[in-house]
């Protein structure tokens, strides 16, 4: 019974370089969700998607940071360019619909040299 | 719009100690509300939650209760061990926000330390 799965887990990057993160929900669950968490923050929220459809994307910075849920795969953050500030803990989370709990992944920590 | 605020730590507790931290928060509409623990280097588990005011959700030794009147949800242990420290985050999930979202609005975070 395979919680939610993020990889890399760690990944370093030199500025502007690409990186992209890769979550995979829990088993039976069709809604994802970003966070982002930076040094002695909380989370905060980026996206949320559903299968081929972004719902909501209003957490999410309007250049360089875009999000996909394919049909199959997993979902994918992808940062263009990046730069020192975007350096951070990135969660994913899933639920099984939208009033339901979300179960969060383990995170990507992303630094960027 | 939403907001959560809890209490500043770090908080440093001896164990078998109460432990209490603060959680308030402000919300357009009816908001669930949530504690989630983050222990080093790993994500973040649901510990407890309540979906309407004044529900109580436990788990693990630890309660909090949704108090509408005082838009709290103070999280309690009666004795707290070396295991519990982590950082403990209250958050808040109101579909007031908008159609089609339930995202989550998270404070700062408490750091717990229990020492032996």
């Known amino acids: 019974n395979a919680g939610v799965m993020q990889n890399p887990r760690h990944l370093v990057r030199r500025r502007g370089q690409e990186a992209r993160l890769r979550c995979s929900p829990m088993?039976?669950?069709?809604?994802v969700y970003w966070y982002r968490q930076l040094p002695e923050e909380g989370l905060k929220f980026m996206v949320y998607l559903q299968k081929e459809n972004i719902i909501d994307e209003s957490g999410m910075p309007k250049e360089r940071f875009s999000a996909e849920f394919p049909k199959e795969g997993p979902s994918i953050l992808r940062i263009q360019q990046v730069v020192r500030g975007d350096s951070a803990a990135y969660f994913c989370?899933?639920?099984?619909?939208?009033?339901?709990?979300?179960?969060f992944g383990p995170g990507t920590r992303l630094l960027v040299l | 719009g939403n907001s959560v605020t809890q209490m500043e730590g770090p908080v440093t507790l001896s164990e078998e100690a109460f432990l209490t931290i603060n959680c308030t928060y402000t919300a357009t509409g009816y908001p669930s509300l949530f504690w989630y623990v983050q222990y080093p280097g790993e994500g973040l588990q649901l510990l407890l939650k309540a979906t309407k005011a004044d529900d109580k959700g436990s788990n693990k030794g630890f309660e909090a209760t949704y108090r509408k009147e005082t838009t709290s949800f103070h999280l309690e242990k009666g004795s707290v061990q070396v295991s519990d420290s982590a950082v403990y985050f209250c958050?808040?999930?109101?579909?007031?926000?908008?159609?089609?979202?339930?995202?989550?609005?998270f404070g700062k975070g408490t750091k717990l330390s229990v020492i032996p």
């Open positions: 088993k039976g669950h069709s809604h």
């Open positions: 958050a808040l999930s109101d579909p007031g926000q908008g159609a089609g979202s339930y995202q989550l609005t």
């Open positions: 989370a899933s639920s099984r619909g939208t009033e339901e709990t979300q179960y």
